[in-house]
């Protein structure tokens, strides 16, 4: 069996030569892992990859497998895995957790994708497929998740004018701008992909998320933009209060956090924090109401009429839309997630953008 391990990079892959793989396996990029090399973190992944498929497709022996290191986030490390099978190739996306607290919350994390994908029935979300806890050396064991990756799909982020330039990492024909278009049809579909995986009875809902964490990828080939979301950290409602809000009252604070977090990233995705101008407000209410129409049809998890829901929100005056941000304004203080100073900046003249918006809006 031939095995390659390689790094991912927007300029193509790189290979991993041996004085690469003997350097120190990195916790974050600056801090090296006291005992385990590059060398024990691919071997455990490739390891992992065989084990997996010997449990899922028993018999099944690859004559190549190619182990890709894609990405170093905070709680885990991303790699592909691509494994040739006769004349097939078939990819797979392993997270891997090294910590407690990354351990605990991919455990956690495999159990919404389950949870979610079982009861929504949705192609947005990835599949997972084997979990298992890894040898690596040194008494250490790594906790690895092997899930659906979706091919052709690319991260992408808001470019260094931090207005409507999106640039598009694409890593196989070269990273490039969206076109206008493009930019809009990409917040449309992450707007109703959240939407659509909202539950109206208890408010829950996909959360943290991210650009700057890149969680939303985008293919756009043949005239189409797909969206797809690649990780649930959470499923919760937004409040934690000992009453529930009115359901029309908390889908409405949905709404408006989405779009708050809908203009945040990082500039090139690690730069400083960014505010995306308005031009992606419309399709965010967009994808909003279109993800309402279709949970509207009746069936479980049915909300009210979205056009009662878009006369409530054009109801509000300019003084009571600003001030429905408040309470969400007190939480991304608390939260700490370093985006704080820019949504309060641009707060006042976001709700102002966007109540003109929803009274514009056909309905």
């Not at 290979?15 to 090296?32: G, I, N, V, Y």
């Not at 539950?199 to 005239?223: C, K, L, M, Y």
């Amino acid at each position: 069996m031939r095995v390659d391990y390689r790094f991912s990079s927007q300029a193509g892959d790189l290979t991993a030569d041996p004085q690469t793989l003997a350097r120190p396996f990195l916790l974050s990029p600056t801090e090296p892992h006291p005992c385990l090399t590059l060398r024990n973190y691919f071997d455990a992944v490739l390891h992992f990859v065989l084990r997996a498929l010997a449990d899922t497709s028993p018999g099944s022996t690859p004559h190549r497998v190619v182990i890709r290191s894609e990405k170093h986030g905070v709680l885990y490390h991303v790699a592909s895995a691509e494994v040739f099978l006769g004349e097939e190739s078939h990819k797979f996306a392993v997270s891997t957790a090294v910590s407690n607290h990354g351990k605990a919350r991919l455990n956690r994390e495999e159990a919404l994708l389950r949870a979610l994908n079982h009861r929504f029935h949705l192609p947005y979300l990835p599949r997972p497929f084997f979990k298992e806890e890894v040898p690596a050396g040194a008494n250490v064991t790594l906790s690895m998740l092997l899930a659906e990756w979706f091919e052709d799909y690319h991260e992408w982020h808001l470019g260094s004018d931090q207005s409507h330039s999106i640039c598009i990492w694409d890593q196989k024909r070269g990273s490039r701008v969206a076109a206008e278009t493009e930019a809009s049809d990409l917040y449309r579909e992450m707007s109703k992909i959240l939407t659509l995986y909202y539950d109206p009875s208890t408010s829950r809902q996909i959360r943290p998320w991210h650009h700057a964490a890149g969680d939303f990828v985008v293919n756009t080939e043949e005239g189409q933009t797909r969206v797809r979301l690649t990780t649930v950290r959470g499923y919760e409602a937004l409040f934690t209060r000992p009453e529930p809000l009115n359901p029309a009252i908390a889908l409405v604070y949905f709404f408006l956090d989405m779009s708050v977090k809908m203009r945040l990233d990082r500039l090139e995705g690690t730069g400083a924090v960014a505010w995306a101008d308005d031009f992606c407000l419309r399709p965010v209410v967009e994808g909003f109401f279109e993800a309402l129409t279709i949970m509207a049809h009746p069936g479980p998890g049915r909300v009210d009429d979205p056009i009662a829901l878009l006369g409530l929100l054009k109801a509000f005056s300019p003084q009571e839309m600003e001030s429905l941000f408040r309470p969400l304004l007190e939480m991304y203080e608390l939260e700490g997630e370093g985006d704080f100073s820019v949504v309060e900046a641009n707060l006042e003249n976001h709700a102002a953008a966007l109540r003109e918006i929803i009274r514009r809006f056909p309905g």
